[in-house]
């Protein structure tokens, strides 16, 4: 049986400003149900009610996929947002950076709002290197295979973690790992009402921290750090931005 694969995105504003982002990678038997799931978030979504709302549909090329891994998951469960933080900062040490580049990579992050993209952010010049700071740079072409997505619903169910946040930010994440010359991530959500977020890598998995800012900000994004002793600049972006990369398997949860 031949399955036609398509990409779906949606991305949704307000007065022109950023509410919603989001993508899926489905069969073609699945395009009218993940259409209608995208844009009832953009129009549920806890930063308001989208006045605008942009949907690209686009077969994909089966030749033109990669699968990757999954980072694995851990949960860190702390009790604010400032142990969090705590934990999160020896997360990134542990990865390489050193005290003063991961306080940097904070600070960056605690002054974010709005971004469409993340912030790559470059540790031995300590540069920001997107063309649009404003933006921000775009990881796109990323989803769970079609094969493993119902085993992925009942693995993150049995943890507690099904929802679009974890399942979205894991494959996200899994890609930006496996990006030539990344070396990690630190993220937490602008949504108002989400306040875990994750560092990650590849020696670290995907490691959740349960509280990464006060209930109720609007403040949050993602920072992308980058090795350029590692791979080239161009080579990263565009294997972030145009890649069609899909996760082969459930990762394990711990
Ligand atoms: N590429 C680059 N940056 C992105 C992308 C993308 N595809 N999508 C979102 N961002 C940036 C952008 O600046 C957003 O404003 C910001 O990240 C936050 O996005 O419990 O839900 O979708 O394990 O609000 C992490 C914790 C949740 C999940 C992250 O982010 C968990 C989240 P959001
Ligand atoms: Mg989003
Ligand atoms: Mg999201
Ligand atoms: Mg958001």
New binding site residues.
């Given amino acids: 049986m031949k399955e036609d694969l398509y990409s779906i995105k949606m991305r949704s504003t307000r007065n022109t400003k950023?509410i919603?982002?989001?993508?899926r990678i489905i069969l073609e038997k699945d395009m009218g149900l993940s259409v209608k799931q995208l844009i009832t978030r953009a129009l549920g979504h806890s930063k308001g009610k989208s006045d605008f709302i942009n949907i690209k549909i686009q077969n994909i090329v089966k030749q033109d996929i990669e699968y990757i891994n999954p980072l694995d998951?851990r949960t860190v469960i702390t009790n604010d947002y400032f142990e969090g933080r705590e934990c999160a900062l020896k997360a990134l040490k542990k990865n390489g950076l050193s005290a003063e580049t991961s306080h940097l990579v904070f600070n960056m992050l605690k002054e974010?709002?709005?971004?469409?993209?993340?912030i790559l952010f470059e540790i031995n010049s300590r540069e920001r290197l997107e063309a649009d700071k404003k933006r921000?740079?775009?990881?796109?072409n990323?989803d769970w295979s079609f094969n493993v997505k119902q085993e992925l619903d009942k693995a993150l169910a049995r943890a507690n973690?099904n929802?679009s946040?974890?399942k979205?930010?894991?494959a996200?994440a899994s890609k930006v790992c496996s990006a030539p010359g990344i070396i990690a991530e630190l993220?937490?959500?602008?949504?108002p009402d989400?306040t875990?977020?994750?560092v990650a890598s590849k020696d670290l998995g995907?490691m959740?921290i349960t509280k990464l800012k006060p209930f109720g900000s609007n403040n949050?994004?993602?920072v992308f750090c980058f090795d350029s002793s590692k791979a080239s600049i161009e080579k990263c972006i565009e294997y972030?931005q145009e890649k069609i990369t899909l996760v082969n398997r459930v990762p394990v949860i711990n």
């Fill in positions: 950023h919603s982002g989001a993508e998951i974010c709002r709005t971004m469409r993209g993340a921000g740079v775009r990881v796109t990323i973690l929802n946040h974890v979205e930010a894991v996200l993220c937490w959500s602008d949504d989400y875990a977020g994750y995907y959740r949050g994004g993602r972030l």
